[in-house]
T-cell receptor, first 113, second 111 residues
Framework: DGGITQSPKYLFRKEGQNVTLSCEQNLNHDAMYWYRQDPGQGLRLIYYSQIVNDFQKGDIAEGYSVSREKKESFPLTVTSAQKNPTAFYLC????????????FGPGTRLLVL | QQPVQSPQAVILREGEDAVINCSSSKALYSVHWYRQKHGEAPVFLMILLKGGEQKGHDKISASFNEKKQQSSLYLTASQLSYSGTYFCGTEMAGANSKLTFGKGITLSVRP
């Protein structure tokens, strides 16, 4: 079955710690996205990537980093510079062309200890 | 620019109809609608394309007014399973499917 997987489902971060969230897709999509979701805020774009080895900042990139070494994978690192990391993180993918929809993974909930 | 969704919340009884709206200050190329249950991923419902084509759910309909840059989602004969938060994502020309999402509308269907 084609789809997007994210792991872990829950992640706990200690003060000063970097943590990495995994996102993998087997839909053969070129584009991948990371969103942060806070209550009442909708989905805010953190980073996106159109092609391997290339990515762009979204609206709230500060305190986050990404890599895109393989087409299938787009991991997100929440660094210690992100002072308010508690949120629901969603990964999505799509074809990189106009008027194509995005498909979402199940999400990772990040909590700070 | 984040699209504006209205109303903020909707409460219905089973079988009733509802309309939820999404408007943008920018010229749009497409509008995408998603429904999200609490703690789960958003699920794609429908895409409306500039030019009038629609793709998506056969029990939910929608419209796209290109002059006003507004889209409306029509939920008819609502079922309990329609409960959730509805998001619109808007795409501008040349964005290659990069979307900007509204804050969402919570819809609750009661027996």
């Amino acid at each position: 079955d084609g789809g997007i997987t994210q792991s872990p489902k829950y992640l706990f971060r200690k003060e000063g710690q970097n943590v990495t969230l995994s996102c993998e897709q087997n839909l053969n999509h070129d584009a991948m996205y990371w969103y942060r979701q806070d209550p009442g805020q909708g989905l805010r774009l953190i980073y996106y990537s159109q092609i391997v080895n290339d990515f762009q900042k979204g609206d709230i990139a500060e305190g986050y980093s990404v890599s895109r070494e393989k087409k299938e994978s787009f991991p997100l690192t929440v660094t210690s510079a992100q002072k308010n990391p508690t949120a629901f993180y969603l990964c999505a993918s799509s074809k990189w062309t106009d008027q194509e929809t995005q498909y979402f993974g199940p999400g990772t909930r990040l909590l700070v200890l | 620019q984040q699209p504006v969704q209205s109303p903020q919340a909707v409460i219905l009884r089973e079988g009733e109809d509802a309309v939820i709206n999404c408007s943008s200050s920018k010229a749009l190329y497409s509008v995408h609608w998603y429904r999200q249950k609490h703690g789960e991923a958003p699920v794609f419902l429908m895409i409306l394309l500039k030019g009038g084509e629609q793709k998506g759910h056969d029990k939910i309909s929608a419209s796209f007014n290109e002059k006003k840059q507004q889209s409306s989602l029509y939920l008819t004969a609502s079922q309990l399973s329609y409960s959730g938060t509805y998001f619109c994502g808007t795409e501008m020309a040349g964005a290659n499917s990069k979307l900007t999402f509204g804050k969402g509308i919570t819809l609750s269907v009661r027996p």
